[in-house]
Structures are given as structure tokens and as C-alpha cells.
């Protein structure tokens, strides 16, 4: 079939695979992102950066230092904002993030809280003249901003930072002051060594009490020299998993005094005299949370595509081994084990992206509903949006692994990419969120639902809606392929809307023996199970209502593959769930497994073909593994050459130490 | 309880724990490693290596960079293998690797190939003429040897390498040749840069015939000035997710020559004249490969068990959020869901540590057999340590990722240890044996065992037994105190009996529809899933024996705890099995699920003193996360301070790139 990335001198395997695709490459692209002009806007975004040497790296980040790292993301932070009119800025969710992936990769950079935090809470939590005061300056990069929040010793719970504000009406000015060594500000990216503002926050006290946590904007660094502020001690806090491009840092005020002014003070202010005046809203931000992750799932579910494409494509041009003996060694994408490892991760990366597009859709749906003070969509989509963070990062970086285990040896190799995209992708699972606590929040959006139900008053939001259908006796499985949509989503909406109230009911019966509080400590392992199933039944149905939105036969007929590899892998991974109650026989569960192996064999043909469309430049896997001319092996001995030890043929190790070793052994012989 | 770990000026939270422990620690000790003469050794060791400051880290190793760690494990080894007079070297099981991973940490080393590959391959292939030419030059540390087998190309399938070695009898050399570029030898540890010599696997060549692959010493590099011989290209591989401090290299050879005494004639010869003479014994090795394999899980264990540590004293002095209002924040591990991700983690590090020994146990009951010439334990034991290698490395991995998501950000610094400890252990999935081609060893195995079984003509080993056992109706599961030692192994037995039983079915109705070859591949999903289910059996089953030889009932009590844990989650993981054919019902699974939340309650006021009782020094956990004495945040600002990017307040990024990018954006307001 049409693929327009069959090249002469490719490897014949890869080209092979690509003319056995069933469907237009490209004309799936188009379906993935949206339209033809998406697609044409990516190819020129592309073209630009190609086209402009200093938004290039000189040599692999693989192969730098840290300190090499940062100057590297610094120099192209800078050069990639000086080009900002190449995008749609305010299209961050498409070409703001692909403009950056094309230049950043999986690096960040001295600006990366600035635009996403620092400008945003000034946006939002400024009065007017500190509106004019600071958002020009920032947004025309005369300071570096970031946002700290998080300490040491203190991490989701806002309520007990232990940073002071205090406010002393004799100067119109607040202390801001780290009184132990856990108030030590800790994490924010870039706060290390580039940024020389930052927002803070801290308690505030005024007139001797304190008003809880509030915002301040406040100066780190001397503008002229970048030397830390007297009162200021801040620096780097070390090298981590991945992200070792970013100067994450540390912060510490020994009283360090801000005038009255630095006090962000849209809502709540403190007046001349210290008379606090609290705000009038109480809870904000919402929007702006939800549109973080709408792009945290695009980028989970682009990473995962990612490694499916780097190891896909390197199982098509990899053999090794023999199924017939004497036929020669096989594609290791035709042994059975590889595809379960590595077909299931391409159904969940289509499934996470248009999940990720719902969710900007109903963003954008709340904000504008918000313009006209409706806040009835609020705490559905928090709630969604919380679960999906956290279900996605959670089965992508498991994915990635996957893929990565795949590819054997050479997946553990820098040169494939996985280490990479593995440590920045399970990242996801602690940023914005811990996992855990983001499905303990979905839980109580889904107790407040179920309990509903139970009394009969049920006021359900849409996404809940299946709380409250009557129970299903047996699943209507009867055979892999007239398993249909509605089929799939009844069941499961049943082990969901199960699962949801068996944890009610655990919940219930544990607040009849002790406080509410513990009784939700009690039940939290059902509940984070129930958020789970709720939050997969979304991502089933989502996928479904996409993927029948296809209208050229021969694209819906892989994604429909796709979307029964997806629902019966998650079917056979909780069986138990399905088959409790009698609800699916064992027959039935046997035929969902079966269901895999057909899916299996149904997409091997068309494996490369689905990870091209996702228009993955070189560039931007870079992966030597995942090469879109399957030029695999030559690669990677260049690339090896690179290596740091490479760059003399003796190492100093020899002379120092392994060299007079061997004289020595061998002088006792 | 007695715990000795108990110290003035310890963080209350954790002295609190030690104090709040049901059993002694140096008893628990002693039981898991086997004795009060053991644990004295490890303490003279400790105090051997805390004494020796050649064998210390300058700095932190995470803190260098690649070429530094290079540097600092090539003389730390050379100072190690001084001193090997100060261990046991012949207990390499116990003794040896403990005081290497005191003094190595998770770091390679340039001899870690030429004691564990290259010694044993010249002790076991030579003649004896070649074997008095180079073992005690070895063994004097002369020279450093590595074996170099993988190729670029070609991993586990040893008959499809490339490499050759054609004799020539004219000048009676051997010429060894890369014909390709994906023969390059690709991975063996220390050949980049380290090495000298190399055992090298190529496909003899004489008179014209090919004999297969062959096992030859090649000298690499000259010895005086170890740059590389003439004809030899070899350098290091670059980067890779873990053991960044070993040169794994790359090794071309451009029709190099060597002696004919270079090929290890103690099976076959070639002769002067080129005659090829055939080995009289086929298949050898087996008992090294399981004696790998025990050291391998023996490590595994002693990982996961670093990150239980590592997590659990974590969570006993992280405080965060509260449960009751206004009762302050409570220590992280009161959580359920905290505990849920925790101490599955330790019960499996319990029960790979003791299928290690049991393994070990094995091997020298094998090894003495084998010097009588029986060799049939073999198969049995080369089946079940390539299953427990499998499974194990897979589980310790997920494992330790669980435990270092559990930390949330902090578990994501390199101050926590758990980047490092991931990467090197998630290493063990693919060496020494890719997973999935593991279990499918096994599952040729338990095949075999099937249908012997259905052809009523069984001669079961004693590991398979189970097998032929009469099928149970249903579990005997009433609660979970009741459920016995017995009935466990039994429901284990019914739902891997069954497994391999449905796997030799579908193997079955594919072979009547296609090859057995291609049958074996497309039943190969539901093999793998046998041998886990076969092995999770052994694992489960050893628990438990060991647990019941615990004569100390304080003792006992927490170990039964475990045992449970680790048997009900298993269950409840892959509930759907046990649920099949009505074999538990519904409510006796709710059961088991209501047996974890008992255990968790039951276990956590001994998890502290638990994991004490592995006895790690803080030098050889090399967490701040994990200290022994939990004052963990005052150590984490002290570890910050040593990175790359605090030498200097101001980064050369700013003068280079963002004050003038800063500057110039002030001067457009």
C-alpha cells in the first residue's frame, strides 16, 4: 500500500513490511492528528528546525556530561524562543509541543516552569498593576521565573508548608523565612542556577496570625551578576533519573525581606497595616490543572508510540532464531511472545492520544463554560482528568519497559532510546500529582456518585451515568468477532460499576467500626481499584466512539483490531473481575484470550505500517534501533565510535592501575 | 525488641519502630543467612573493607562522571583482588559477593568477566598443556581475559554466529575474521578498553568444512603498550541504562592470526594438518550456568530487599497528610495503599532469597553427583533455575520500581539509590538469558513432562510431580488463618497443573493444523504462562518450607505473615486462574483479598525491625533515604550540595546565553 516512507537503500525487511500494509499511511496520519493541514503544519514546523543548525545539538546528548546538558538545552532554549513566530503559540496542546519535542527532545531547560507556571499564576493571581508590573517582563523573557512550591519535607500537602511569610507593617514589607531545614523549597525545575525569580509559597501571617498558604512573587537572584540575593541560598539539587538537563533546585530564606507589593494579590491581600483581607473565590486553577494533563497525556501516549516504533520497527529487520528449521533465521516480530509484548503498547498509545484529544476538547468546552460562570462540568472533568494522569502514565512507562525488554541487549544500549524515554515518561507517575492520591481523588468523586445511587437520588454527571444502569447478568460475549462496541463497553461498565460499589460497601461496613477517616484509610486499596476500572472503561469507550468515526473502511478495519486488542488484553489481565458472579463463564474468558492471538495475527502485517503513520521524524525518536530505513546494525557501531571512552585507544586506567597489576602477575610466574 | 540497630540521636519515628518489633533482629538475621557464624564473618568483613580507605569512593560515584567511574572501578578492583586473602574466595555465593558489592557497590569492574567467564572457560575447555600456559597467568591477574560470544547480529542463537576461524596449515594458524559487520562481537563486559585477551566463540573452518562454533584465546592488545594488535579493531559499546562504570565492548577482526594452540582443544582438535577430531561429550556447562543463575538470584534478592529497606524506613519517618483532622501528619507507612505497594516487595525478597539457596543447595548436590557421572538431576535443575531466573528478575524489578514510585519524588533523585538499583537489577531480565526464551526452556520441559503424564507412562522428576497428581474439585480455602500450609501448595499445584496442561492442549490442536515448529510459536504465550506458573509453585512452596524449619516462634510469626502476603497477592493477581472452573468460589476469593488487608495490618508494626534484619550496612545501601538512622532530610540538602552544578554559584549559562537573552528582553519594555 501507499506508504510514503518506502526509500531505495532502505532494509529490504522494512520495505517488505511496508508494502504489506493494508491501508494509506498517511491518510491514517491524517486520522490520528486531526486533518491534512495538521499534518502539514507538522511538516513544516520540521523543516524549519532542520533547517536552522543552532536549534541542533553538536554532538548526542547521550554522549554529554551533565554540565555539557545544560549548556546545551540553555543555548537552544534561548534560540528555539527567539523563533516563536514559526508557531501557533497559543496552539501549545499541537505545535508548541511538537516544536519543542523537535528541539528539546526529552531535555528540559532553564524556561520550563517560566512559561507554564510562572506566566500562568501571574495571569491568574495578580492584581492589575502587579499584572503591568510583572507580565511583560516576563513574557519578553527579561526574567527567569519559576514556581515553588513543594518542600523537603512536604509534598501534596499544601496545607503544611512550613515556609513563613511574615508581614511587618513597620517597613510594608514581608520576611520570608525557612525556619527548618524541611521548609527547604525543593524540586521546582530550573530553580537551581537559572531562574531569578521565582514564585513562593509560603504561610502568611500577619497581626500574629497565620492565613495559610498564599503566593509571593519574589527576586532570587541579582539581575546584573545572577549571584544569589542576600538571605538567599539556592542551588541544584543533584542528578536524578532522568530530566539531568534541568537545574531542579532547592531554595532557603534566612528572612529575606520582600516589599508589601510581592504578594500576589488578585483574591486575598494584606493592607498597609497588615489587616488581612481574605478572598472572596475559594478554589481556582482547576482549568489550568486540566489543561496540564490534557498535555501530559498527549505526551505520555506520544512516548509510548515512540518506543512501539523504535521496537516494532526493530523486531521487522531483527532475526534471530528459527521456527522451521533450516528456513533461515525469522523476523523476530513473527514470534507469538513479541507481538503480546509489543502490539498491546501501540492499541494503548491510539487509545491514550485520543483519550488526551477528549480531554482538550472538554477542556476547552469547561473554559468556555466558565467565561459564562457554569461550573457544573468542573469536578467531572477534574476528576476525569486526575484518574487519566494517572492510569496513563502508569501502563505507558510500564509499556515502554516493555518495548524496551523486546529489544533485548541493544534496548538496554542509550543508542535505543528506552532509557531515555522510560525515565522521562515515569516521571508522569510522581509530577502533578502522585498516582496513588490521584486515584484516591477520582474515588471520592465515584463514593459521592455511588452513594447517590444508593439513596435513589442520583444526580449523576454524564461520565458516571453507568452507576446507575441496572446490573448485567451475563457478559453477551459470544465470539471474538461479533463482540460488538456496546457489547464491550456493558462489560465494562459492569466490573466497574461493581468494583465501585464492593468498595462503597467496604467503606460502609469499615465507618461502622471506626472514624470516617480511618474507614477511608481502610478501603483505599478497593478504592484506587475502583478509580482504576472507572478510568478504563472511559479509555475502552473512547477509543470505540473514535475509531467508528473512521470512515475509510480500510483505516477502521486495523484500529478496529486495535481497539479488541486493547479492551481483551485488559479483559484477560483481570479476568478474576470478569469472571466473578458468573458473569463471563470460563468459555467466554477462553474465547476473549483466543480473541488476542487473532488480533495478534490480524495486525502483524500491518504492525510497521501503524507505527509509521504516526509521522515520527528520525530526529525526533532518536533511536539508532527505530530508524525509518531499518539501517540498524551500521548505525549503531557508528555511533558506538562516539562513545566518551572511545576518544584514545589506551585509557588512563592502564597505566595507572591495570598495567603495573599485570607486570606484577605476571613477574611471579 | 532487641534490635541493634537502635542509636542515640536517631530519628524518633524510626527508634519508635525498632522498639515496636515483636522479634529479635540479629535472630532473624541469623536465620536468613544462615547462622550466627555467617553474620560474624559479614561484621569482619564490613569492618575489613570500612577499614581500607583504598577501597572507598572519593566522591559519591553518581556524582562522576562516565570516564571518572571508569577510573574509580578500575583501581578500586585492583585494590579489591590485594586483598582477596581476607575472604573465603572459594564461597564466592556467600562470602565473595558480599565483599565485592561492599567495595564495588552496583558498579562493574574490569576483571568482572575475567573471573566469572574467562577463569572457568580456561579451567574447564583447555588441554592440559594449554592449561598450564595460561591458568595461573590468569589466575595471577598477568593478563585480563573476557568472553566474547554475542554478536551485533546474533544474541542466544550460538549457531548462527559469524565470526570465523579458518585454519590454515601452511603456517598452522588459525585466521579469525568478521566477515560482516553484524559479526561484531557486541557487549562482553571489560573488552572495550580493560581487556587483553578474550576467549573468542567462531565457527571453525578446516578443509573446507564448517564445525561450528568453537572457543579460542585471542590476544586483543599488545601487553607492554595495550594498544590493540594489528588486525584488531575493539573499543567500548557507549552508554547504556546501568553499569556505565564497565567498557562492555565492540571487536572486529580483520583476518588476525593466531596459533593453532589457540583453539582449547579439550574436547575437539584440530590437528596439524587441519584434521578435525569431534568432542566425545556433547553438551556441557550446565552446572555453571546454574551456578550463574544462583548468584544472579541470589543478587535479585538482595536488591529488591535494598529497595524494601530503602522504601520502608523511608516511609516510617516521611510524614505527609493526615488521617484523622487536626492528629498532625501521619508517618507515610500508616497508609494502606503505602503498605500495599511495600510489603508484597518484601515477602518476594524473602522468597527469592531463599529459593537462592535452594538453588545453591541444588547445584551442589548436582556437582558432586556429576563427579559420579549421574547426570540426571541435570535437566531438572537447568529447567528451574532458567524458570527462577526469569521470574524472579522480572518481579525484583517491578519490585524495586514500586518501592521507588512509593518515595514519590525523592525516589526519583539519585540520592535515593533506586535509579541505580532499577537499572542494574532490570539488567538481569536479559543477560545471561532473554526472559521469554527462558521460560520457553522450561516450557519445553514441562512439555515433555505433559505428555508423559497423558501417555500414562510418567517418570516425573521431583519437581513436576505435582502433575500427576488427580485434579482437585475445589480449593480448600475456609479463611485465612486456617489456610494451610498444605492447602496453599495444593491450590497452587491445581492452577499450574492446569496451565501446562491447557498450554499442551493448544500445543496440541496446533500441531494437528500446522508444524510442530510453528505450533510451538503459536502456543508460545500460553508455554511462558505455564513456566511462571510452575515456578511462582517452586517459589511459593520453598517459602513456606523454610518459614515452618523457624524454631523460634517469635520468629515464626512474622515470617508466616510473609508467606501469606506473598501467596494471597499472587493469588489475587492472577485471580481469574483460581476462579476458573469453579475451583474457588467468589466469596473465597473476596477471602484472600480480605487475607492481605490482615496481613498488611499484622505486618506493619514489624516492618522496620524486618528489614534490619538483612543486615545492610548504610555504605552498602548507599541511600540517604535509607539511613539506618532515618535523619534523612538534614543528609539530603548535604548530598545536594555535592552536585556537578553547585561548584559554582553562577553556571557559565548565564553569561553565555540567558543574561544577554534577559538583558535584551528588559531593554524592549
Known amino acids: ?60 546528548v547521550e554522549f554529554m556530561t551533565r554540565e555539557e546538558r545544560i549548556d546545551n538545552a540553555a543555548r537552544k532554549i534561548v534560540a528555539m524562543t527567539d523563533n516563536l513566530e514559526q508557531i501557533d503559540a497559543s496552539d501549545f496542546f499541537g505545535e508548541g509541543m511538537y516544536y519543542q519535542s523537535l528541539i528539546m527532545g526529552r531535555d528540559l531547560h532553564p524556561l520550563s516552569l517560566h512559561f507554564v507556571m510562572f506566566i500562568p499564576t501571574i495571569q491568574g493571581q495578580t492584581d492589575d498593576e502587579q499584572l503591568d508590573e510583572w507580565l511583560s517582563l516576563a513574557i519578553s523573557r527579561g526574567i527567569i521565573g519559576t514556581y515553588a512550591q513543594t518542600e523537603l519535607g512536604h509534598g501534596t500537602n499544601l496545607k503544611n508548608l512550613e515556609t513563613t511569610a511574615t508581614y511587618d507593617p513597620k517597613t510594608e514589607e514581608f520576611i520570608i523565612n525557612s525556619p527548618t531545614i524541611t521548609s ?11 531562574s531569578n525569580y521565582a514564585i513562593v ?47 531542579n ?19 486575598s491581600k494584606v493592607e498597609r497595616d497588615g489587616t488581612y483581607i ?3 473565590h475559594s478554589k481556582l486553577g482547576y482549568g489550568t490543572m486540566v489543561f496540564v494533563r490534557s498535555i501530559m497525556i498527549k505526551d505520555q501516549a506520544t512516548q509510548l508510540a515512540a518506543a512501539a516504533c523504535i521496537a516494532i520497527r526493530y523486531s521487522a529487520i531483527r532475526r534471530q532464531g528459527e521456527i522451521e528449521q533450516g528456513a533461515g533465521e525469522v523476523q523476530i516480530l513473527d514470534y507469538q511472545t513479541q507481538q503480546f509484548r509489543l502490539m498491546p503498547q501501540l492499541a494503548r498509545a491510539f487509545a491514550f492520544m485520543f483519550a488526551a484529544y477528549e480531554i482538550r476538547d472538554m477542556y476547552m468546552k469547561v473554559t468556555e463554560q466558565l467565561t459564562h460562570g457554569n461550573v457544573d462540568l468542573l469536578p467531572e472533568i477534574h476528576a476525569l482528568s486526575s484518574g487519566l494522569k494517572s492510569v496513563v502514565s502508569w501502563e505507558a512507562a510500564q509499556g515502554i519497559e516493555q518495548c524496551r525488554l523486546a529489544c533485548g541487549g541493544h534496548g538496554y544500549s542509550l543508542a535505543s532510546a528506552f532509557p531515555e524515554i522510560y525515565a522521562y515518561s515515569v516521571g508522569g507517575c510522581t509530577y502533578e500529582g502522585e498516582n496513588i492520591v490521584m486515584l484516591l481523588q477520582v474515588a471520592r468523586f465515584l463514593m459521592k456518585a455511588a452513594k447517590e445511587v444508593r439513596s435513589g437520588n442520583a444526580k449523576l454527571a454524564a461520565i458516571c451515568g453507568y452507576l446507575a444502569k441496572p446490573d448485567l447478568a451475563h457478559s453477551k460475549f459470544a465470539a471474538w468477532q461479533t463482540y460488538s462496541d456496546a457489547n464491550i463497553v456493558q462489560d465494562f461498565e459492569h466490573v466497574a460499576r461493581r468494583q465501585i460499589f464492593r468498595a462503597y460497601d467496604v467503606l460502609m461496613r469499615h465507618q461502622r467500626e471506626t472514624s470516617t477517616e480511618e474507614a477511608w484509610n481502610r478501603a483505599s486499596i478497593e478504592l484506587c481499584k475502583a478509580s482504576r476500572m472507572h478510568v478504563r472503561l472511559y479509555l475502552v469507550r473512547t477509543f470505540l466512539e473514535k475509531v467508528a468515526t473512521a470512515a475509510d473502511a480500510s483505516l477502521r478495519s486495523p484500529l478496529t483490531d486495535l481497539t479488541r486488542l486493547y479492551a481483551f488484553d485488559l479483559i484477560t489481565a483481570s479476568q478474576g473481575e470478569f469472571l466473578k458472579g458468573d458473569f463471563m463463564s470460563d468459555s467466554q474468558a477462553d474465547g476473549i484470550r483466543d480473541g488476542i492471538y487473532r488480533c495478534l495475527e490480524r495486525l502483524r502485517p500491518n504492525a510497521v505500517s501503524l507505527v509509521d503513520s504516526w509521522d515520527f521524524d528520525d ?15 551500521p548505525a549503531l557501531l557508528e555511533w558506538a565510535q562516539k562513545s566518551q571512552l572511545n576518544k584514545t585507544e589506551v585509557l588512563p586506567t592502564f597505566e595507572k592501575y591495570l598495567g603495573p597489576m599485570m607486570k606484577e602477575g605476571r613477574s611471579k610466574l
Not at 520495505?15 to 491518510?27: L, N, P, Q, S
Not at 527547604?184 to 530553580?191: C, H, I, Q, V
Not at 533546585?249 to 483574591?267: E, H, K
Open 201 to 247: 509559597v509560603a504561610q502568611l501571617y500577619t497581626k500574629g496570625v497565620c492565613h495559610g498558604p498564599h503566593p509571593f512573587i519574589v527576586q532570587l537572584r541579582d539581575l546584573e551578576t545572577h549571584k544569589p540575593m542576600k538571605g538567599i541560598r539556592v542551588g541544584d539539587i543533584g542528578p536524578k533519573f532522568g530530566f539531568n538537563s534541568s537545574d
Open 1 to 60: 500500500m501507499v506508504n510514503p516512507l518506502i526509500r531505495p537503500n532502505d532494509n529490504p525487511d522494512i520495505t517488505k513490511e511496508r508494502h504489506a500494509g493494508t491501508f494509506d499511511v498517511r491518510k491514517m496520519a491524517c486520522f490520528l492528528y486531526g486533518g491534512e493541514d495538521k499534518l502539514q503544519r507538522r511538516a513544516e514546523i520540521l523543516e524549519f528546525v532542520k533547517s536552522k543548525p543552532e536549534l541542533h545539538d553538536p554532538i548526542p
Open 184 to 194: 527547604a523549597k525543593w524540586w521546582p525545575g530550573a530553580l537551581g542556577k537559572s
Open 619 to 633: 530526529a525526533e525518536l532518536h533511536s539508532v534501533l527505530g530508524r525509518r530505513d531499518g539501517n540498524v546494525y
Open 249 to 267: 533546585g532547592f531554595l532557603l530564606f534566612d528572612n529575606y525581606r520582600i516589599p508589601r507589593q510581592g504578594m500576589l494579590m488578585r483574591y
Open 278 to 280: 481574605a478572598p472572596k
